[in-house]
């Protein structure tokens, strides 16, 4: 049984990311080019959370039920956006940390000249 919730789980979730617009601008953003882009994707939270309050506001002067379906995909989304913008931003960080760290052996060697005499008395 918890195999089959997990399959069933599994599927579900590799066909959002596949075709859900959301899903895959978020899959975008966690690129290594697309880490730039995560704090103004936060805008994107905006018209999700209007959309919300719209049929929000519907639905109390007696709009339909379906509705509050649309509302919760709305919310949903919208969190997924507002946590995408300082998930970026660490995750930028970290690249950035490690790009510097694979660049800094191969520019403490280029700096140094072959055959010079590198001692600590040379500099005094």
């Known amino acids: 049984m918890i195999?089959?919730?997990w399959t069933l789980s599994n599927?579900?979730?590799y066909y959002?990311?596949?075709?859900?617009?959301?899903?895959r601008l978020l899959d975008t953003i966690r690129t290594r080019r697309g880490l730039k882009w995560g704090i103004p994707a936060?805008?994107?939270?905006?018209?999700?959370?209007?959309l919300a309050n719209l049929c929000t506001t519907l639905?109390?002067?007696g709009g339909p039920?379906?509705?509050?379906l649309v509302v919760l995909v709305c919310v949903w989304n919208s969190f997924k956006f507002l946590i995408?913008?300082?998930?970026?931003?660490?995750?930028?960080?970290?690249?950035r940390i490690?790009?510097?760290?694979?660049?800094?052996?191969a520019r403490v060697s280029s700096e140094m000249l072959p055959g010079a005499d590198y001692s600590m008395a040379e500099a005094v």
Not at 16 to 22: A, C, G, K, L, T
């Open 65 to 68: 039920g379906w509705l509050n």
């Open 59 to 61: 639905l109390a002067n």
């Open 42 to 50: 936060m805008l994107v939270a905006v018209p999700y959370l209007l």
């Open 98 to 105: 490690r790009e510097a760290i694979e660049r800094r052996p």
């Open 3 to 5: 195999r089959l919730l």
């Open 16 to 23: 959002f990311r596949r075709y859900v617009p959301s899903d």
């Open 11 to 13: 599927s579900v979730r």
């Open 84 to 95: 995408a913008g300082p998930v970026s931003v660490v995750l930028l960080v970290r690249a």
